[in-house]
């Protein structure tokens, strides 16, 4: 079996095999899409294409939908070279379930896939059609964070950005450049509205989104090269929205033993492609069957009934407490303890981590103990609810290949929303006190024993990529296991630090805490551990 539109026509071979299959007329919907484009997505990565598309293939099975998705790729245009055309846009969603079920899907709601390349004329000709088109209610992207980003670390724009900013429209190099060039076009068509909408996992994505587009437009017009009412039309939710999300769906990486599993049913050509810029795709995805989608309910030109498809519209302020719940307490602060721990104890599966009653304990205690109590409800999910399915469901099932590693990447990055807002809420709370945090600081000296990059039984092993690690690391470079050292000379500096935990640690009180128990970790091969049982109890 092929997995392109020729093979999907044998349907009963597929569905013998457990496929489901979409069910809607796919030319009647490709013309409609065509002609009526409503939804352009940007970044044609894992997620997008196990949720997203997803929940509109489901809308188009259930007639709720006429229309299917557009795609574009602003960053790496062989994925759409090598990846969505020879399979005409057609992927397999394996879901993997935590009650050791296999759900398989081929998902065909991509109508159109093109690169956003303005040096080819007739693909961003094509986006820019789209883009002056009455129908087209709405942008999204899954582009990663530092993809809205214009800057240079000194605060300059970066060399391709100053570029784009000086030449104008016509032919911009960068991602935000391109986009704001499509939706100039939306502009001058006739100053349609549009919402833009940023589906990427970080906080207040919309306003992230919303600067970028701003800027381009204030240097476009400051250097004479749009009209001066381009600003205005940006600035004006009426027209241009940029509602909040909060998405929530874990989709590892596709692994070698599902690629495996579908080789088995004969399907042919399921080597992953690996790109010139090292993007690693492949026409399946795996992930949980658990998902979250909740946005602000902010579109000018309308939008479809969506949370038919289980997704959820609400008021920016319901997005933001959904948001600080999952991220501050109920699932990334879990994750990134596991994470941690998970390294230094040689475990490959974050799943696996959740047979040890000891790591069960500590990452129960910082949810439901520690981060439970400064949670603002938002009504619309339950927050111990969600911290249920996340340690019972999620975390445990023993068939997603996700890896603490992966999760480990970035910590630097992580642990001043992770943890440090939770410290800021005790503080700020005349019932609580910081005194009674225990395990978050626990954490924080797995981290910096962590970046000594020495396993708990004394073996050298392989830190995840992290931009702060030239500078963090020497803190505890000199540090052997069985030293004896003065914790709080060698950790002050980054103690101290509240770019990297949010707070000061030691203005905080859980300084002299987290030494403590950092000495503790690293006495012996086996500390860690020892640590741990000693204190999580």
């Known amino acids: 079996m092929q997995l392109n539109r020729a093979g999907l026509?044998?349907?009963?071979?597929?569905?013998?095999?457990?496929?489901?299959?979409?069910?809607?007329?796919?030319?009647?919907?490709?013309?409609?899409?065509?002609?009526?484009?409503?939804?352009?997505?940007?970044?044609?990565?894992?997620?997008?294409?196990?949720?997203?598309?997803n929940v509109v293939q489901n809308l188009l099975n259930a007639g709720v939908l006429d229309r299917g998705l557009t795609v574009a790729e602003g960053y790496d245009y062989e994925i759409i070279e090598k990846m969505n055309r020879p399979h005409d846009d057609l992927s397999i969603l394996v879901t993997l379930k935590a009650n050791g079920t296999v759900e398989k899907s081929?998902?065909?709601?991509?109508?159109?896939?093109?690169?956003?390349?303005?040096?080819?004329?007739?693909?961003?000709?094509?986006?820019?059609?789209?883009?002056?088109?009455d129908s087209l209610q709405m942008c999204t992207f899954t582009i990663t964070e530092k993809g809205y980003n214009l800057n240079t670390p000194d605060g300059n724009f970066m060399a391709a950005v100053a570029e784009d900013m000086k030449n104008g429209p016509e032919r911009p190099e960068s991602y935000i450049g391109k986009v704001a060039a499509l939706i100039y076009a939306r502009y001058i068509s006739g100053k349609k509205p549009i919402a833009m909408v940023s589906m990427d996992n970080c906080s207040h994505n919309g306003d992230k989104l919303k600067l970028a587009i701003t800027t381009f437009a204030?240097?476009?017009?400051?250097?004479?090269?749009?009209?001066?009412?381009?600003?205005?039309?940006?600035?004006?939710?009426?027209?241009?929205?940029?509602?909040?999300?909060?998405?929530?769906?874990?989709?590892?990486?596709?692994?070698?033993?599902?690629?495996?599993?579908?080789?088995?049913?004969?399907?042919?050509?399921?080597?992953?492609?690996?790109?010139?810029?090292?993007?690693?795709?492949?026409?399946?995805?795996?992930?949980?069957?658990?998902?979250?989608?909740?946005?602000?309910?902010?579109?000018?030109?309308?939008?479809?009934?969506?949370?038919?498809g289980g997704l959820i519209f609400t008021t920016r302020e319901t997005v933001d407490k959904v948001e600080k719940m999952k991220v501050c307490t109920c699932l990334n602060p879990l994750h990134t303890a596991l994470a941690v721990?998970?390294?230094?104890?040689?475990?490959?599966?974050?799943?696996?981590?959740?047979?040890?009653?000891?790591?069960v304990k500590l990452v129960e205690g910082i949810g439901y103990k520690e981060g439970l109590p400064v949670v603002v409800n938002p009504g619309i999910l339950d927050p111990?609810?969600?911290?249920?399915?996340?340690?019972?469901?999620?975390?445990?099932?023993?068939?997603?290949?996700?890896?603490?590693?992966?999760?480990?990447?970035?910590t630097s990055q992580k642990l001043?929303?992770?943890?440090?807002?939770?410290?800021?809420?005790?503080?700020?709370?005349?019932?609580?006190?910081?005194?009674?945090?225990?395990?978050?600081?626990?954490?924080?000296?797995?981290?910096?024993?962590?970046?000594?990059?020495?396993?708990?039984?004394?073996?050298?092993?392989?830190?995840?990529?992290?931009?702060?690690?030239?500078?963090?690391?020497?803190?505890?470079?000199?540090?052997?296991?069985?030293?004896?050292?003065?914790?709080?000379?060698k950790l002050k500096d980054i103690l101290s630090n509240a770019k990297i935990f949010g707070v000061n640690l030691y203005e905080a009180g859980l300084a002299e805490l987290t030494c403590q128990y950092f000495t503790e970790m690293t006495r012996k091969p086996g500390a860690v551990m020892e640590t741990l049982q000693k204190y999580v109890g």
């Not at 081929?106 to 088109?133: N, P």
């Open 9 to 53: 026509a044998d349907k009963s071979a597929w569905e013998a095999k457990g496929y489901a299959l979409p069910s809607f007329d796919y030319e009647t919907v490709k013309k409609n899409t065509k002609e009526n484009p409503f939804w352009v997505h940007f970044g044609v990565g894992n997620i997008f294409r196990a949720f997203q598309c």
């Open 106 to 133: 081929v998902t065909g709601s991509i109508m159109e896939s093109l690169a956003l390349d303005s040096h080819d004329d007739t693909q961003f000709s094509r986006l820019k059609e789209i883009f002056a088109k």
């Open 218 to 308: 204030k240097e476009w017009a400051k250097n004479g090269v749009v009209e001066e009412g381009f600003v205005s039309y940006t600035e004006d939710e009426n027209k241009v929205s940029f509602p909040w999300t909060m998405i929530d769906k874990i989709t590892p990486r596709p692994d070698a033993s599902i690629e495996a599993l579908l080789q088995k049913d004969d399907i042919e050509g399921l080597d992953p492609v690996i790109t010139s810029k090292n993007t690693y795709v492949a026409p399946f995805v795996n992930a949980e069957e658990t998902e979250y989608l909740v946005i602000e309910d902010k579109f000018p030109n309308g939008r479809p009934e969506l949370e038919k």
């Open 341 to 359: 721990f998970g390294c230094l104890l040689d475990y490959n599966l974050i799943s696996a981590e959740m047979k040890n009653e000891t790591l």
């Open 384 to 410: 111990k609810e969600f911290i249920d399915t996340v340690l019972n469901v999620r975390v445990p099932n023993p068939f997603m290949p996700d890896t603490p590693q992966r999760i480990a990447t970035d």
């Open 416 to 489: 001043a929303i992770r943890f440090g807002e939770t410290i800021k809420a005790y503080a700020a709370s005349p019932e609580l006190n910081v005194s009674d945090i225990k395990l978050i600081p626990l954490v924080f000296a797995g981290w910096l024993r962590y970046l000594m990059a020495i396993d708990d039984n004394g073996n050298e092993f392989t830190l995840s990529p992290d931009p702060m690690l030239d500078e963090v690391r020497p803190y505890v470079a000199d540090i052997k296991l069985g030293d004896s050292f003065d914790a709080d000379a």
